[in-house]
C-alpha cells in the first residue's frame, strides 16, 4: 500500500494506541469522581490539557476539548457571534474555507447574517489587504482558515489579526491543517479562537480542541449539562481519546522539526518527480509541506484516484468531503474546468517514503498514456 492521503487522515501510531488502550482499561476513571481513580483521570485530562497548551502556546485553561475540527469550527463561530451580538450579523470569511465553516455560515445566513465570502487569485492566495477591506463597522467575526486542505496555501492570519486590532471584530482561524504542520504561537497568531483535530497528526478520529483565547470572553456553552470543560462542553470527557490527542502531539513536540523537514522532503521531491510527467500543471501554491495539489487537465480526477486506488496508491481528488463534485476551492481560485477537474492532492506524513512518491508519479504516468482525455 501507498498511502498518500494524510491531509484526509492519518494511521494511529503505535505509541498512541497504546497510550489510548492503558487509558481505556487501568486509568478508565470518570474525571469527576472523587475518589482516587477519578481523581487520578482528572489529573491526567489537566496533563493532557497541558501538552496542547504548551504545543499552542497557549495557558491551559485557553483549551476545550472537542470531538473533531468540524464541532470546534462550528462552536467558535457562533460562539464569536454570540458575544459580538451587539457589533451586527456581518461576517467576513474566504471562498476556500473547509465546509465545517462554508455550511456553517450557509445556515447563518439563512438566520439573518450577510457573509462575505472573499475569492482568492489563481494561485489560491488571499491577503491581509483584502480581508481587511471588507470588514463594516457591523462585522462581528472574521473567519480565515490557516493552511488550505486543497492546495496547502497558507494564510495571513497574523496580519489580519494586525489589522483588526480596535476593532471589535473577532477572529476564528481553522489551523486543522496547519498545526504543528506549519508552526504558529497562539500568541503571535492573534486569533481568539483557533480550531484543531487529532486524526490529522497520528491520533484518533473523533478528538480535536478549541483554543479560546484572545479577546473571546463569556464563551457560550456548547453543551449544558454536568459542567465538564470549565462549564463550557458538558459530557463525560473522553479520556482515551484525548490520552492519544495528547501523546500524538507530544511526539511533534518531540520530532517536530525532523518530521517537517521530512515533509517538506517529501512535498518537494514529489514536486520534481511529478513535473516530469507531460501536460501535469500544479494546483496551488503548497506552502505547508505536507501537502501538493497537482492536475493532469481533461482526465477525470476521480477516474484518476480509482485507477490509482486499485493499484494500492491511495491520492485523493481534492477533499474528501467532497465526494465527487467539483471542488469549491478549485472553482473559487478560477481554474479552467478541464485543470480543476483533473486535480488530485497527494500529501504526506512522517512514514511516507520515496517508494510512495515514485509509485504515484508512475502510476499517474501510466494513466495518462493508457486513457484519453476526456474533458
Ligand atoms: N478543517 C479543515 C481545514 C480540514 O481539513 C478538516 C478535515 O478534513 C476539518 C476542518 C474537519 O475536521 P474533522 O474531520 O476533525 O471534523
Same mark, same amino acid.
Given at each position: ?23 481505556? =482499561? ?6 469527576? *469522581? ?35 475540527? =468540524? ?131 497520528? /491520533? ?56 517537517? *523537514? ?7 521531491? /514529489? ?16 506552502? *505547508? ?87
Amino acid at each position: 500500500m501507498h498511502y498518500l492521503d494524510y491531509a484526509a487522515t492519518t494511521p494511529v501510531e503505535p505509541a498512541v494506541a497504546e497510550e489510548m488502550v492503558r487509558v481505556m =482499561t487501568e486509568g478508565f476513571g470518570n474525571p469527576s *469522581a472523587q475518589y482516587a481513580l477519578g481523581r487520578a483521570a482528572r489529573d491526567r485530562l489537566e496533563a493532557d490539557r497541558q501538552v496542547l497548551a504548551r504545543a499552542l502556546d497557549c495557558r491551559r485553561e485557553q483549551v476545550v476539548f472537542t470531538s473533531c475540527g =468540524t464541532e470546534g469550527d462550528n462552536w467558535a463561530i457562533r460562539a464569536a457571534l454570540w458575544q459580538n451580538r451587539r457589533v451586527g450579523k456581518h461576517i467576513v470569511t474566504t471562498a476556500v474555507e473547509h465546509s465545517a465553516v462554508l455550511e456553517t455560515l450557509r445556515a447563518l445566513e439563512g438566520e439573518g447574517y450577510t457573509v462575505t465570502r472573499l475569492r482568492p487569485d489563481s494561485q489560491g492566495n488571499i491577503s491581509a489587504a483584502q480581508v481587511l477591506e471588507a470588514v463594516r463597522e457591523d462585522t462581528a467575526l472574521v473567519t480565515v482558515m490557516l493552511v488550505n486542505n486543497e492546495t496547502g496555501n497558507r494564510y495571513p492570519v497574523e496580519e489580519i489579526a494586525a489589522g483588526l486590532r480596535g476593532r471589535p471584530a473577532l477572529l476564528h482561524t481553522d489551523a486543522v491543517q496547519g498545526f504543528l504542520k506549519v508552526p504558529f504561537s497562539a500568541r503571535t497568531l492573534g486569533a481568539d479562537f483557533i480550531t484543531v483535530s487529532g486524526h490529522k497528526l497520528g /491520533a484518533p478520529k473523533g478528538v480535536g480542541a478549541l483554543y479560546i483565547g484572545g479577546r473571546a470572553a463569556n464563551t457560550r456553552p456548547l453543551l449544558c449539562g454536568g459542567g465538564q470543560e470549565r462549564g463550557l462542553r458538558s459530557g463525560t470527557e473522553a479520556t482515551a481519546q484525548i490520552a492519544g490527542f495528547a501523546r500524538a502531539v507530544s511526539l511533534w513536540l518531540e520530532q517536530g522539526e525532523e518530521r517537517r *523537514a521530512h515533509l517538506a522532503w517529501c512535498r518537494d521531491y /514529489a514536486r520534481q518527480r511529478l513535473g516530469e510527467i507531460e501536460g501535469l500543471t500544479f494546483v496551488g501554491q503548497a506552502q *505547508a509541506p505536507h501537502i501538493l495539489s497537482v492536475s493532469l487537465p481533461g482526465y477525470p480526477s476521480q477516474n484518476i484516484v480509482t485507477d490509482l486506488g486499485e493499484q494500492g496508491i491511495y491520492v485523493s481528488a481534492g477533499s474528501a468531503c467532497h465526494k465527487g463534485k467539483l471542488s469549491h476551492v478549485l472553482s473559487a481560485m478560477g481554474l479552467p474546468k478541464r485543470t480543476a477537474a483533473g486535480t488530485v492532492r497527494l500529501s504526506f506524513g512522517p512514514a511516507t517514503t520515496r517508494e510512495d512518491i515514485d509509485a504515484a508519479a508512475e502510476a499517474l504516468d501510466r494513466h495518462r498514456q493508457m486513457r484519453f482525455p476526456m474533458l
